[in-house]
């Protein structure tokens, strides 16, 4: 079957109206670039993370899972050099006040073809000049100079107005990982190499965010760190590159939408860096980044904190600062490309179109439905439902015709629909229909949950 093609304003519909994901604080018009994620959205949202965590901690021998907070102590931030320089240039236009990042401006502008990443904001300006780019919201070419724009959201910390101290939400999680290095290596008696891995909230105050959950201001992150020698580090680095591609190819993406892109500019104390890019609806975009971060990080921390970050190898009595390979991938871009990478349109015989998300059954909101062929077959239903709820999500429909139940259950990606029939109270027996294939076979009672449980295993 050919790969429909997806628009973003499909993924948003089919998710406002399913209950995937809504705008954030929508009844008061909504935050910007805030999402909530509905009834079937969380579930898909958690399986994503689960699958996730199950390949890199539950599967790996050498990696370990923390829950680090979010509020960190301001020192954090200027040793990881975020309150210096984590910024983005920001250009405004005199005339409507509209606010873009100058590079992403000159990208659009150029359609790709210009390479932003090495360009200082004074080759920016020079380059918005020469080639009289107009401000995409009211046309006209009057923009101020580019300054530079903190991403980082600040709070204040104290009880009273006078004792407050300027503290930031996390603009990454990764920096959990770095403070409790030692913490995790002691506790869990973890030899180089080791990873260390975390999934959670982080905040960006983003000039110019959208094209929906891709880029928002609140969003969740899965980074692995994954401490090692100097000397492994090229080797463990094209391995988390291959890992982080196999992963996304577990979860059924095809390998045409996906593509590694080297970065053209990299950070003063970065070895190598890449990114996994996907071919969203608005073209190809980073998906999750591979970094090769070296000392960096740690030495920072031994500097700031006055804390000794040194591992002693406890075979040679060896101590060193482990190099650190860095694979970050954000939970609602991954649910975004997951949405979009299972997103067909089918024209059926009789020319009715059906939406259907072909999900791995792993991400699946519901991995089955249960549905009585006529309200009277309720009790053996409910039955069914509740035998299978112990084991996983179950949804129940017994509301129109089975082919309009059938279609809803096909949007939200449920694999397998299990209808009830009057066979089902004499032999005990139900019809399973696949909702890729449509195929459907009869199985018993009894023999489903196998039946279920085998479809879930990912690779
Ligand atoms: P981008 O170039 O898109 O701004 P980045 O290079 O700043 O991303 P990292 O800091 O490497 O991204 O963050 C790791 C991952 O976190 C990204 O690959 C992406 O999946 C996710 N991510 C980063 N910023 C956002 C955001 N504002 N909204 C949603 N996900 C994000």
Not at 103 to 117: G, P, R, W
Not at 166 to 194: C, D, M, S, W
Not at 216 to 229: A, D, G, V
Request: contains cysteine; charged residues 25%; aromatic residues 12%.
């Amino acid at each position: 079957m050919e790969k429909t093609t997806v628009t973003m304003e499909k993924i948003v519909n089919l998710s406002k109206a399913r209950g995937i994901i809504f705008a954030g604080s929508d009844i008061y018009g909504g935050m910007g670039n805030t999402w909530d994620y509905g009834p079937i959205g969380v579930e898909i949202k958690n399986n994503i993370k689960r699958a996730w965590w199950q390949k890199f901690v539950q599967q790996s021998d050498n990696s370990y899972g923390i829950d680090a907070a979010i509020l960190m102590n301001s020192k954090v931030w200027e040793a990881s050099g975020h309150t210096a320089s984590f910024s983005d240039p920001k250009i405004d236009c005199k005339e409507c006040k509209s606010r873009f990042r100058a590079d992403t401006l000159i990208e659009n502008a150029s359609k790709s073809a210009i390479n932003v990443d090495s360009m200082s904001h004074e080759a920016m300006e020079a380059y918005i000049a020469a080639h009289k780019i107009k401000c995409p919201v009211c046309g006209k070419q009057n923009f101020t100079s580019i300054r530079t724009f903190n991403l980082m959201f600040e709070t204040a910390r104290g009880v009273t107005d006078e004792g407050q101290n300027k503290i930031y939400l996390r603009p990454e999680t990764a920096q959990g990982q770095f403070v409790n290095f030692l913490n995790v290596q002691r506790t869990t008696r973890a030899k180089i190499p080791f990873g260390i891995a975390q999934i959670g909230k982080a905040f960006r105050n983003e000039i110019t965010p959208g094209n929906f959950i891709f880029r928002s201001i609140e969003f969740e992150q899965m980074e692995h760190q994954f401490f090692c020698k100097e000397g492994t580090d090229t080797q463990y680095y094209e391995e988390y590159k291959e890992k982080a591609y196999q992963f996304l190819l577990d979860l059924g993406f095809h390998k045409e939408h996906l593509r590694f892109k080297d970065h053209d500019k990299l950070a003063h104390y970065a070895k190598s860096a890449c990114d996994i890019q996907y071919l969203f609806p608005m073209g190809w975009n980073e998906l999750n980044g591979i970094h090769n971060r070296t000392t960096f990080d740690l030495m920072q921390h031994q500097t700031y904190s006055g804390k000794n970050m040194f591992y002693t190898d406890a075979i040679t009595n060896e101590k060193y600062i482990p190099y650190v390979i860095e694979y970050s991938i954000g939970a609602d871009r991954l649910m975004l490309a997951v949405l979009c990478e299972s997103y067909y349109e089918e024209v059926l015989e009789g020319g009715d179109i059906r939406t259907v998300l072909k999900l791995h059954p792993a991400l699946a909101a519901y991995k089955v439905a249960i549905l009585p062929l006529q309200k009277n077959l309720a009790d053996k239903a409910k039955e069914v439902y509740k035998k299978l709820a112990k084991e996983f999500m179950v949804t129940y429909d017994d509301a129109g015709s089975i082919g309009k139940r059938y279609r809803r259950q096909d949007e939200i990606g449920t694999p397998f629909c299990v209808t009830i029939d009057f066979d089902s109270l004499e032999n005990n027996t139900v019809t399973v229909r696949d909702r890729d294939s449509m195929a459907q076979i009869r199985l018993d009672i009894d023999a489903l949950s196998a039946y279920i449980t085998k479809s879930l295993i990912l690779k």
